[in-house]
């Protein structure tokens, strides 16, 4: 047996080959992992309604699934996590519904970079029924792939259309190419919205292009660099969704292809506090098991302070997607709702 629960205590037994535990609990690899003792089990107490993720690190310090555990992540970039829920992990209710009777279409682009140097890609949802002589909101959404394929927010948006709980909208998944370079705290990445992305989404889709009907939407760097765009640029954008905000950052926190995301500070709240950016509706959450829960608590106590409209939601996870496709109903039922961006016009 890999691992037990008993109330809110978790037991993991160390399979053969383990010397130490890390994960959700540890940051994994920004704080100390658990050392193994003489193939003890080792005990955590976690939050009830958590879902955890974990690994477990060989003697040469190479994560490894844990081998009696087949309830696997939906981490995109690593194979190893396995994961355990500590009692019942409520699954939102959104996600629960019926199957939507009708899907909005994805259209794919691609060109060849000019701001950042590579082929670029984004995939342009349109929800059903959409018509051509109609202006719809629309959302530019970073890390595209990750959102389009494991947060599935295109068909949450069929999801939300089909109970009549938002308006239609527009979604522009967009690809990075080194989300490090592109993400942290850069202006480039404006210029390259603006002058490839923009342009060939608006060429072919009846989107908004007044700030009134555009918005950023983001997790973790893919957050940070939507707060901080969204916060500085007013004529351009009226809507955040941040998921685990990167908000330990700084622009003099990067080295080569290295970023600082764990002792930079949190330079973007002491500029949003220096001019609140009152024209934002901002969505923020972030997972209580992970190391941006303090900064994005902070954050989200500056824009209240400030007065910026917003909501704050916390979840009993790490900083992976089970933590974002739990926050993804309610960011959109806040920013697309019945008090979001307006609705479609002729």
């Known amino acids: 047996m890999a691992v ?21 609990f540890t940051d994994w690899t920004k704080r100390p992992s658990l050392p193994v ?14 879902w955890v993720e974990y690994a477990w690190l060989d003697a040469a310090g190479t994560p490894f699934a844990d081998p009696d555990n087949a ?17 019942e992990y409520a699954r939102p209710a959104l996600w629960s519904g019926p199957e939507p009777e009708q899907r909005g279409q994805a259209h794919r682009l691609s ?17 059903p029924g959409y018509d051509e002589a109609r202006t719809y909101p629309v959302y530019y959404v970073q890390d595209g792939v990750a959102f389009y394929r494991t947060g599935r927010l295109g068909e949450l948006m069929d999801r939300a259309l089909a109970q009549r709980l938002v308006r239609p909208a527009v979604l522009v998944f967009v690809e990075p190419g080194d989300r490090n370079e592109e993400y942290y705290l850069n202006e480039r990445y404006l210029n390259f919205l603006t002058s490839e992305v ?15 009907g555009r918005g950023l939407w983001g997790a973790s760097l893919g957050g940070l660099i939507s707060l901080y765009l969204g916060s500085r640029h007013p004529e351009l954008f009226s809507r955040v969704a941040s998921h685990s905000g990167a908000f330990i950052a700084h622009p003099d926190g990067r080295s080569g292809s290295a970023i600082n995301t764990t002792t930079a500070g949190e330079w973007l709240r002491a ?18 098991l992970e190391w941006l829960a303090a900064p994005n608590r902070r954050m989200a106590a500056a824009l209240l302070d400030l007065g910026v409209e917003h909501q704050y939601r916390e979840y009993q996870s790490g900083h992976n997607w089970v933590t974002w496709r739990s926050a993804l109903p309610e960011a959109l039922l806040y920013l697309q709702g019945g008090h979001g961006l307006p609705s479609t016009s002729p």
């Open 4 to 24: 037990t629960v008993e109330d809110t205590r978790v037991t993991f037994i160390p399979p053969p080959g383990a010397v130490a535990l890390v994960g959700d």
């Open 37 to 50: 003792h003489a193939g003890e089990p080792l005990q955590l107490t976690l939050p009830r309604g958590a």
């Open 71 to 87: 309830q696997r992540s939906l981490n995109p970039w690593w194979p190893y996590p396995r994961a355990v829920a500590v009692g």
């Open 111 to 127: 060109w060849d970079g000019g701001v950042f140097s590579g082929v670029r890609r984004a995939i342009v949802y349109t929800p």
């Open 198 to 212: 923009w342009p060939r989404v608006e060429a072919s889709y009846n989107v908004s292009r007044e700030a009134s």
């Open 271 to 288: 500029q949003l506090e220096a001019a609140p950016p009152h024209h934002l509706q901002v969505s923020l959450d972030t997972g209580t």
